[in-house]
């Protein structure tokens, strides 16, 4: 029941562009004290803009903000604060040098009274009376933060927003990384804050969750608010067809391909804290999808098949023979290559060559006494810039002067001429136009017909559709359904990922 008539924050057609391209669009909602309204939409859709704006992280470029019937100005994250407008990030801020206490009270250590001087025994008797008060834990506050999992990490920035006492109180993305009880924790806290009158906003790709616990949703797609719905009213089918709308793209089929042997098979398969108990098998010349929502375990299984992640534990045979690689090196002995979503940190050398860059994983083949056959190399990268139809002045120009386009095209060559069985990519189209997204699929499907297994993690549906045989949805660090993308839509994979399961026709 809302404590008051007066709106505890208003916002009134926020706008917001970044370099001309619109991230929203004169978006508006209202948030009353007591109460939880959830804050959804697809990637992309405008949250993560409209909540920099509440933390002065970003400045409008129009609209207004309204606090308690009066308009104000919100230009500094110091302004927020003053406010009383808190944000708990989803990406976890705490300096991972501080202890537990230490991050808890950053800014606001207690001190000795008259004194500059931190007066730490009470700092570390209040840390743990925080944390049990808001969560019932018992963590070491003496630890740093770099040594917490993420999920502890989690709780100790709740904790941390919590003691500020806000009036508002934004949680992004705050479920991502709790285990379920943890979860059910959070939910009480949330309870006792709306009885103490603090207006919270919920951002969550967790459909199940907006269910249970906001009064009152906003669905925002495009930049722009397309839907409110009333708690009475919400229904999962409701909020999915708002967020991505009614559209439905006819879709090139990928080709039929007969599987081959099995390559992969997983038995328990699991990484502590980021995905648990997967089981599977997959044959040469299919394309899997895997796709989930932030903290679903997705992107760190593909991660972990290449040796990318630790204290990984369970079974895994590929090509025959048992054993988890440890390391990318003991994956690529293996027959494992591996396209990564951050392609300039991670995936290529910016001010190496063209020609450079998609040698650098086989250049042993093209040594001799010492030295690399340059005309041998050519050939080969001549074939790789041709298959790929990468745009580049020349072989020896810089990646740096090339497109984000080719350079992802860079990168997929530079594995391609490891002739793996197994290729592993990560959101392999984010950022690229259409037409290197088109060579980058027709690529896969020839890695595909010449007997290849190919992974793909993305969250582009519609990517996953159009390229992939099956698709394996997680969720909360397990294997919630695998879909054929044949036959599956959008709706249903959204529906899988946050949780709502099997989605119902509306009544």
Not at 58 to 63: E, I, L, P, T, V
Not at 111 to 139: E, S
Not at 263 to 289: C, H, K, M, P, W
Not at 361 to 378: C, D, P
Request: with cysteine.
């Amino acid at each position: 029941m809302r404590s008051d008539p007066i709106p505890r924050l208003q916002l009134l057609g926020l706008s917001k562009a970044f370099d001309g391209v619109p991230a929203l669009r004169e978006v508006s909602l209202t948030l009353h004290a007591g109460e939880v309204l959830g804050l959804i939409g697809h990637n992309g859709a405008g949250k993560s803009t409209l909540i920099n704006i509440l933390a002065g992280i970003h400045a409008a470029d129009s609209g207004e903000i309204i606090l308690d019937g009066k308009p104000v100005q919100v230009t500094t994250p110091a302004q927020a604060q003053q406010h009383g407008i808190v944000i708990v990030h989803q990406e976890r801020l705490l300096p991972p040098t501080l202890t537990v206490a230490e991050a808890l009270f950053l800014g606001n250590e207690p001190r000795y009274r008259g004194t500059p001087l931190i007066n730490r025994r009470k700092m570390r008797r209040d840390a743990r009376a925080l944390l049990v008060r808001y969560f019932d834990v018992q963590l070491d506050i003496d630890t740093l933060v770099v040594n917490l999992s993420v999920a502890e990490q989690q709780l100790v920035q709740i904790c941390r927003a919590l003691h500020s006492e806000p009036r508002i109180l934004v949680l992004d993305e705050p479920t991502a990384a709790l285990a379920r009880h943890e979860v059910r924790a959070l939910f009480r806290v949330i309870a006792r804050l709306r009885q103490q009158g603090i207006a919270l906003i919920y951002v969550s790709h967790y459909l199940d969750e907006i269910q249970e616990i906001c009064q009152r949703v906003t669905v925002l797609r495009d930049g722009r608010d397309v839907a409110r719905f009333d708690q009475q009213t919400l229904t999962s089918t409701k909020l999915i067809t708002a967020m991505i709308g009614n559209e439905h793209p006819e879709l090139a089929a990928s080709a039929q391909r007969p599987p081959g042997e099995v390559v992969l098979t997983l038995e328990n398969f699991s990484a502590a804290g980021r995905f648990y108990d997967v089981n599977l098998q997959a044959r040469r010349g299919e394309i899997i999808g895997i796709t989930g929502l932030l903290g679903s375990g997705g992107k760190a299984l593909i991660r972990a098949l290449f040796g990318l992640e630790s204290q990984v534990s369970g079974a895994l045979v590929l090509n025959g023979k048992p054993g988890i690689p440890v390391s990318p090196y003991a994956a690529v002995k293996r027959g494992v290559a591996f396209v990564p979503e951050d392609r300039r940190a991670n995936g290529i050398a910016l001010d190496l060559s063209l020609r450079e860059n998609i040698s650098l994983t086989t250049l042993h083949r093209y040594l001799r006494w010492g030295r690399v056959a340059l005309s041998r190399e050519r050939v080969r990268v001549a074939d790789n810039i041709q298959q790929l139809a990468i745009r580049t002045p020349g072989q020896e120009a810089h990646l740096r002067q090339l497109s984000g386009g080719n350079q992802q095209k860079a990168v997929l060559a530079k594995w391609l001429n490891t002739q793996a069985s197994i290729y592993l990519l990560d959101e392999p189209t984010v950022g690229v136009d259409i037409a290197a997204k088109a060579a980058i699929y027709r690529t896969l499907q020839q890695l595909a017909d010449s007997g290849a297994l190919v992974m793909v993690f993305s969250t582009d549906l519609l990517e996953l559709q159009t390229l992939t045989d099956r698709v394996l949805v997680m969720a909360r660090g397990r294997l919630a359904t695998t879909l054929t993308a044949r036959e599956t839509n959008h709706q249903e994979m959204l529906a899988w990922a946050s949780g709502a399961g099997p989605l119902q026709e509306a009544s």
